[in-house]
């Protein structure tokens, strides 16, 4: 199933760089309250508090490829929106072609979330434009949310002075679910749709496919169109079959 996205507030005012797409968006999905948080509860909830004004101001999170950091981030903005706070979520990761003019009147938002920072580690430039960054943030009043694949101080940026800032705050290091954690997760995907996931089927995914969750949901829904499809409940016949390519 293609994932169904909507699109970021406008936040007023906000004076974007000519060069940056107007098209990033949030996937439909990225609500707090469809996180599975398993071990990282206080993470979520730092987060949330952080979205709406009431927490720190510096953020940053720490997570490997596949456990929710994007998620989170995308959720910060859909929660600062639905209390009428201006917003901008960038992924590093994919606007490195642009330039760190990027960042410009970012300070003028109540929430900037950047995702992949660590992406940026060795670019001097782009080090620089985000040390730039925090300082203006820093004179305002407005929230900066971060997340990255390393702490500031492993990730091989070239300035120290940015690492510094990295450091401003909180940090939070997300757990890795354990595997009854995925499983549950799981299962509150599928009672969200309507679908009933017994054990042995979430024991098979397990088993066949890696176990984070951004690849499980991907997977769950291909399997919740097929069983829509089909009227079929989710037995490991039908799964097996489907994902194989034989249903």
Same mark, same amino acid.
């Given at each position: 199933m293609t994932p169904r996205y909507i699109a970021v507030p406008e936040p007023q005012p906000m004076t974007r760089h000519p060069q940056l797409p107007l098209g990033l968006s949030l996937r439909e999905s990225a609500r707090f309250n469809s996180?599975? *948080?398993?071990?990282?509860? #206080? +993470?979520?909830?730092?987060?949330?508090?952080?979205?709406?004004?009431?927490g720190e101001a510096f953020v940053y999170v720490v997570a490997a490829t596949?456990?929710?950091?994007?998620?989170?981030?995308? !959720?910060a903005c859909v929660d600062a929106a639905a209390c009428g706070r201006s917003c901008s979520y960038l992924p590093l990761c994919d606007l490195l072609d642009f330039t760190p003019a990027v960042f410009d009147d970012l300070e003028q938002l109540d929430l900037i979330c950047i995702d992949d920072? $660590? +992406?940026?580690?060795?670019?001097?430039?782009w080090e620089r434009g985000l040390f730039d960054l925090f300082n203006r943030v820093r004179q305002g009043s407005g929230t900066l949310l971060m997340a990255g694949a390393a702490r500031p101080d492993q990730a091989g940026f070239l300035l120290p002075d940015l690492v510094s800032r990295?450091?401003?705050g909180v940090t939070y290091v997300m757990k890795p679910l354990a595997e009854q954690d995925v499983i549950a997760a799981l299962d509150c995907? !599928? %009672? +969200?749709?309507?679908? #009933?996931?017994?054990e042995e089927t979430a024991q098979y995914l397990l088993k066949r496919y890696p176990r984070d969750l951004p690849t499980l949901f991907t997977l769950f829904d291909k399997l919740?169109?097929? *069983?829509?499809?089909?009227? %079929?409940?989710? $037995?490991v016949p039908f799964v097996r079959g489907v994902l194989d390519g034989n249903a």
């Open positions: 996180f599975y *948080s398993g071990q990282n509860l #206080e +993470a979520v909830q730092g987060l949330q508090q952080a979205a709406r004004g009431q596949g456990m929710g950091k994007t998620h989170l981030l995308q !959720a920072v $660590t +992406a940026i580690a060795g670019h001097d430039d990295l450091g401003w995907r !599928a %009672r +969200a749709r309507g679908l #009933e996931l017994p919740d169109t097929a *069983s829509l499809v089909e009227q %079929r409940r989710l $037995t």
